[in-house]
């Protein structure tokens, strides 16, 4: 039955998107399936609704707070949440949860391939918000403890692995020079960008940048949010936990392509996102999922060049 359904729905996003490259139309048709797959559930979550839903997430981080989250929350908000489980250091995300496990040390980024159970389950040009709920992360940890004199730029950056192939989505140090010399005096700027030894990696390797030796050389006005999390570890629970708590007092971020882009679109304000070669742009995320996230302005920028750009206009 199941292999039947998925050929119907093959058939049909064929037809309905004929000029599509063939690789993004599996994207799609399974996600058409997973949304099918939700009907099992229909008395369960509108007529009983028990707290029966048992939630569990081993893949990718972006997956999981664009889609899986915001699942399990509208659960909760159900009144149809049982337990969900994940990986290390995210019971902070999933605060609304009774029950929940850190289960996962690492992520696996082929655990969603065959996963239907969450009506978005990977990306897709349609989305459905039947099961939908953005989480109030902003609301849940705006916080005291890091508020400074001038306002907070989050500088969110990656040096990963992508694609199998050299980092292609990140900030190289002469165009973070250019950023602080000209934003440094209005803001305080916290620069993220987490080791492996910080949170819960998944199949893309992080390289070394260099940068953070640099940033203390020639910028030390710039916060480095892993020095934060050195001082406050007495204060928070984990280095998300930390990240929560910074980010939710900002409402100005410069973010990387993947999860780093995600999880900055969850605090309202503006998020630049340099992206280049992804399914967001192919799927049109950007003016979709992601602003729905907590109603930030989404702001692609394609090349550093935009970045300045956009930063000129909204900084």
Known sequence: MKKMVLKLCTAMVRLRYPNMKPAYLYFIRDNYYSRLNQAQFYLKDYHSKKKYKEINWEGEF????????????????????????????????????????????????????????IPNMTHSISKSFKKWAAVPLKKQYTNNLF????????????????????????????????????????????????LSNQITIDNSEILDLGEHEWLKENHPEVILLKDLYEQHKAEVN????LQLMVYANSNHFLSMHGGTAALASYFGGTNIILSNNGM????????????????????????????????????
Do not use: C
């Not at 019971?91 to 609304?96: L, N, P, R, T």
């Not at 001038?150 to 190289?172: R, S, T």
């Not at 192919?282 to 935009?306: C, M, W």
């Open 62 to 117: 972006q997956v999981e707070i664009t889609y899986v989250l915001p699942f399990a929350y509208w659960h909760f908000l159900n009144g149809t949440l049982k337990s969900t489980t994940s990986s290390t250091n995210t019971k902070e995300f999933y605060f609304f949860s009774e029950n929940h496990t850190e289960k996962y040390a690492e992520r696996d980024a082929t655990f969603m391939f065959n996963n239907y159970d």
């Open 147 to 194: 508020v400074f004199e001038k306002p907070i730029l989050i500088i969110a950056n990656k040096y990963n692995i992508e694609w199998d192939q050299a980092p292609i989505n990140f900030l190289d140090i002469p165009t973070l020079s250019k950023i602080i010399d000209t934003y440094k005096h209005k803001y305080q700027i916290i620069y993220n960008r987490p």
């Open 238 to 241: 984990s280095f998300n936990h």
């Open 280 to 315: 967001e742009e192919v799927f049109n995320e950007y003016t979709t999922i992601f602003p729905a996230l907590s109603g930030a302005r989404i702001l692609h920028a394609k090349n550093q060049q935009d970045i300045l750009n956009y930063m000129q206009q909204y900084y």
